[in-house]
């Protein structure tokens, strides 16, 4: 039995010390994995392993992420609506209520190294990007980053978002285009009830959809189980969906969307979700991967 995962282990040793320990951990088993490997590692591994060796472990295990500095985070607040917010592209982004500064900087801060263009999250890279006019459905909005970077692009914009705390943000931060922006507080998964919608049901047939961007904290499989018409019918579509959630997501998500007749490619490099108690070797998934069908 692994000590570090018995509730013995959980109680008797602190949070903070906990992390630690699962880190320098995991960053042994990693280095230790690959070196024994007798086939020569990738370039992609090479740069992984050499960042794990030099600073240890991180979600984005590559050197660019340490250009991005938390403390240079300017954080306001919004009298009207009593919310902060961060200044995104010239526009406002703002963030749950019961947030701190210090909370809000460190969520900020992640997102940037998220989708900055070297990272194995960024959703859009060179001729895979949301066009004029398009209708970008972002599904697992949360603060609405990635919608409120296209939001002069977009013809239209659908955000789905079940967790309740964002939508007062979400409704916010997209005040300005309200014309344009719908909030869906619900899961979008592969049943419709009171608590989620699938897209086949939400969306109607014929009804004009360009860009599907999925991240539901794993449950990626069952919302493409409930939009099968759309993955059949729908064309032009271009579909970003994560796959870092589960070992086998990429794997699964990628055969689903062929065979629906898109072409995919995933992410570059790779991601490192140590707070996945069943990671386990070769320790690292990609990010998401990209699809497309004309």
């Given amino acids: 039995m692994n000590f570090l995962n018995t509730a013995v282990y959980r109680i008797i040793v602190p949070k903070f010390f906990r992390k630690k320990i699962v880190a320098r951990v995991l960053r042994s088993n990693i280095l230790a994995y690959y070196s024994s490997l007798k086939e020569p590692l990738t370039e992609e591994i090479s740069k992984v392993c050499d960042y794990v060796k030099n600073c240890g472990i991180a979600m984005i295990p590559y050197y660019f992420q340490d250009e991005y500095i938390e403390d240079t985070i300017e954080v306001h607040y ?122 086949d049901d939400y969306f109607l047939p014929g009804e004009k959809l360009s860009f599907l961007k999925i991240d539901v904290e794993g449950a990626e499989s069952l919302l493409l189980s409930g939009c099968r018409r759309i993955l059949s019918e729908v064309r032009p579509l271009k579909v970003a969906i994560c796959t870092y959630h589960k070992d086998e997501d990429e794997r699964e998500l990628n055969e689903t969307l062929k065979q629906n007749g898109f072409e995919t490619s995933p992410s570059d490099g790779f991601l490192i979700i140590y707070t996945d108690r069943k990671l386990k070797a070769p320790y690292l998934r990609r990010g998401l991967i990209r699809a497309i069908k004309n």
């Fill in 78 to 199: 919004d009298t009207e609506t009593g919310l902060r917010y961060v200044v995104y592209k010239g526009k406002r982004l703002y963030f749950k209520r019961r947030w701190s500064k210090k909370r809000i900087r460190l969520s900020f801060n992640e997102l940037r190294r998220e989708q900055d263009n070297r990272s194995p999250h960024c959703y859009e890279t060179d001729g895979f990007v949301v066009e004029k006019s398009d209708v970008l459905v972002d599904i697992g909005a949360a603060e609405g980053i990635f919608a409120l970077s296209n939001i002069e692009q977009a013809g239209r914009i659908v955000l789905f978002e079940s967790g309740k705390e964002w939508i007062e943000p979400l409704k916010a931060t997209f005040a300005p285009w309200k014309e344009k922006v719908t909030i869906v507080n619900k899961f979008a998964g592969n049943v419709t009830n009171g608590k989620c919608v699938t897209l």
